[in-house]
């Protein structure tokens, strides 16, 4: 019997008028299938053979090409790997997915499983798009300890458990370049721990020529766009964005406050605009400001590391924890990441959680999402272990353990608009008026957000 593999756009899919456009623009969907017969033996996580006998689907959110999208491919087969019948189509659905995955649902043409991040948990679980697994998380002996805290906290919202990690991010781990520090008189082995010690390597690292950067330092006002950027800082400098004893948020914190202070007076002081005119020139496709070898410092997630790594093996990196300033601490870490659910309505809801579980919670599943992917969220994972043979990633790996928050999308879960911190930047307002604003309005949503949904 002759196994065919590659890319095809299955009939199913197809017929749906709501996704004709996603699966056209992305030229078919991925169906990996096996073809072996059933292997024996194995670790005792490893889903039972007769839990997937035919095709099912998962809808990744990550795009074709991508890290992200290479892996996802990789775990469908590994899954359906020795399993009579069964395949596992990965659809790319880049944009938009809940909005597509409802559209779905409404038709009756929804898949088995999805990606979601951990964060959207609120969203997901009170809009009936995914459902509750209990009573599977429970049969398959797995148990919140098994996972990061804060992660867990996410995963039981609302006493439930709605999902298993696909992979996880340790939001922040520090790195710079350490043939820049050479260059600057500095210690290339020492990063700094304190706001007040990064302070002065900023414009020492920084290096202009005829009024012209050829060199950034640091970019703190930009960490992945201005959700990560003040929720990194945010935490580090000891801030809070929800108060839970009055159920309200607090994006306006004065600590908080004090970070978007802190770092926006470095984009003045550096001129973010023409900062921003030199990423985009040198940031290479798909990759981050830091592979250009012209960004000194930078906080990154592990699968940007690996891009740096990559793109050019000749940069020498240091790793350490995020700065702090007191309250805050050297070393804060939110888990952000993605995570897959079984979704609302299946009529594979077994083989669907089998799925998830091979990703999230199992050896052979957690050992390729380490291999190539990024840090498995489940702490059993040899993969963990693995990858702690690598200083750079050891970093990210003690830091997922000992993680303290989950990402700020969790605590605000009708979304706000941070739009008002580029006026800052700008210096058209002060950065305690743009907080105050981006409060309000967030709390204006989240208060109609529980009405509609009783909470």
Same mark, same amino acid.
């Given at each position: 019997m002759k196994c065919v593999q590659g890319l095809r756009e299955t009939?199913?899919?197809? +017929?749906?008028?709501?996704l004709r456009w996603t699966v056209g623009a992305l030229a078919g969907v991925v169906a990996l299938g096996a073809c072996a017969a059933p292997s024996v033996g194995g670790q005792a996580t490893v889903a039972p053979v007769l839990s997937c006998t035919q095709p099912i689907e998962i809808w990744s959110a990550f795009?074709?090409?991508?890290?992200?999208?290479?892996?996802?491919?990789?775990?469908?087969?590994?899954?359906?790997?020795?399993? %009579?019948?069964?395949?596992?189509?990965?659809?790319?659905?880049?944009?938009?997915l809940s909005e597509k995955l409802t559209a779905a649902l409404a038709g009756g043409s929804q898949p088995a499983t999805a990606t979601l991040a951990p964060s959207s948990v609120t969203t997901?679980?009170?809009?009936?798009?995914?459902?509750?697994? /209990? /009573?599977?998380?429970? +049969?398959?002996?797995l148990n919140k300890a098994d996972f990061p805290l804060p992660l867990w906290e996410q995963m039981n919202y609302g006493g439930k458990t709605w999902f298993l990690p696909l992979y996880a991010n340790a939001d922040f781990i520090l790195h710079w370049n350490?043939?820049?520090?050479?260059?600057?008189?500095?210690?290339?082995?020492?990063?700094?721990?304190?706001? %007040? *010690?990064?302070?002065p390597l900023i414009p020492k690292l920084t290096v202009e020529q005829n009024g012209n950067l050829t060199r950034v330092g640091m970019e703190p006002w930009n960490i992945y766009g201005d959700g990560n950027t003040i929720e990194g800082w945010g935490f580090a400098f000891g801030g809070a964005f929800k108060d839970e004893a009055k159920d309200q948020l607090t994006f306006n914190n004065p600590r908080i406050q004090r970070a978007v202070e802190w770092?926006?007076?470095?984009?003045?002081?550096?001129?973010?605009?023409?900062?921003?005119?030199?990423?985009?020139?040198?940031?290479?496709?798909?990759?981050?400001f830091f592979a250009s070898n012209r960004l000194s410092i930078a906080p990154l997630t592990s699968p940007s590391l690996r891009f740096v790594q990559k793109f050019d093996p000749s940069i020498e990196i240091g790793a350490g924890l995020m700065p702090g300033e007191a309250p805050g601490k050297p070393g804060e870490v939110a888990v952000g990441g993605w995570a897959?659910?079984?979704?609302?309505?299946?009529?594979?809801? *077994?083989?669907?959680?089998?799925?998830?579980?091979?990703?999230? %919670?199992?050896?052979?599943?957690?050992?390729?999402?380490?291999?190539?992917?990024?840090?498995?969220?489940?702490?059993?994972?040899?993969?963990?272990? *693995?990858?702690?043979?690598d200083p750079l990633q050891k970093a990210y790996v003690d830091g997922i353990k000992r993680a303290q928050y989950p990402q700020i999308g969790f605590y605000s879960p009708a979304g706000y608009d941070l739009s008002p911190i580029q006026d800052a930047i700008k210096g058209k307002r002060s950065a305690k008026d743009a907080l105050d604003a981006i409060n309000q309005d967030a709390n204006q949503k989240y208060t109609t957000w529980k009405a509609r949904n009783k909470k």
């Amino acid at each position: 019997m002759k196994c065919v593999q590659g890319l095809r756009e299955t009939s199913r899919v197809s +017929r749906r008028h709501v996704l004709r456009w996603t699966v056209g623009a992305l030229a078919g969907v991925v169906a990996l299938g096996a073809c072996a017969a059933p292997s024996v033996g194995g670790q005792a996580t490893v889903a039972p053979v007769l839990s997937c006998t035919q095709p099912i689907e998962i809808w990744s959110a990550f795009g074709s090409g991508s890290v992200q999208a290479n892996a996802m491919l990789q775990l469908a087969k590994g899954f359906a790997q020795g399993k %009579a019948g069964c395949s596992v189509s990965v659809v790319q659905v880049p944009t938009n997915l809940s909005e597509k995955l409802t559209a779905a649902l409404a038709g009756g043409s929804q898949p088995a499983t999805a990606t979601l991040a951990p964060s959207s948990v609120t969203t997901w679980s009170t809009g009936g798009l995914i459902q509750a697994v /209990d /009573d599977l998380f429970k +049969r398959d002996n797995l148990n919140k300890a098994d996972f990061p805290l804060p992660l867990w906290e996410q995963m039981n919202y609302g006493g439930k458990t709605w999902f298993l990690p696909l992979y996880a991010n340790a939001d922040f781990i520090l790195h710079w370049n350490k043939g820049h520090f050479r260059e600057a008189g500095l210690d290339p082995e020492k990063g700094p721990l304190t706001i %007040a *010690e990064l302070d002065p390597l900023i414009p020492k690292l920084t290096v202009e020529q005829n009024g012209n950067l050829t060199r950034v330092g640091m970019e703190p006002w930009n960490i992945y766009g201005d959700g990560n950027t003040i929720e990194g800082w945010g935490f580090a400098f000891g801030g809070a964005f929800k108060d839970e004893a009055k159920d309200q948020l607090t994006f306006n914190n004065p600590r908080i406050q004090r970070a978007v202070e802190w770092y926006t007076g470095w984009a003045a002081r550096l001129g973010a605009a023409r900062v921003a005119t030199m990423e985009t020139t040198l940031t290479p496709s798909g990759g981050v400001f830091f592979a250009s070898n012209r960004l000194s410092i930078a906080p990154l997630t592990s699968p940007s590391l690996r891009f740096v790594q990559k793109f050019d093996p000749s940069i020498e990196i240091g790793a350490g924890l995020m700065p702090g300033e007191a309250p805050g601490k050297p070393g804060e870490v939110a888990v952000g990441g993605w995570a897959t659910a079984v979704i609302t309505g299946t009529k594979q809801r *077994e083989a669907g959680w089998q799925l998830v579980k091979f990703i999230g %919670a199992d050896t052979e599943g957690t050992l390729t999402v380490a291999r190539i992917m990024g840090l498995p969220g489940w702490l059993k994972s040899p993969g963990l272990g *693995e990858l702690a043979k690598d200083p750079l990633q050891k970093a990210y790996v003690d830091g997922i353990k000992r993680a303290q928050y989950p990402q700020i999308g969790f605590y605000s879960p009708a979304g706000y608009d941070l739009s008002p911190i580029q006026d800052a930047i700008k210096g058209k307002r002060s950065a305690k008026d743009a907080l105050d604003a981006i409060n309000q309005d967030a709390n204006q949503k989240y208060t109609t957000w529980k009405a509609r949904n009783k909470k």
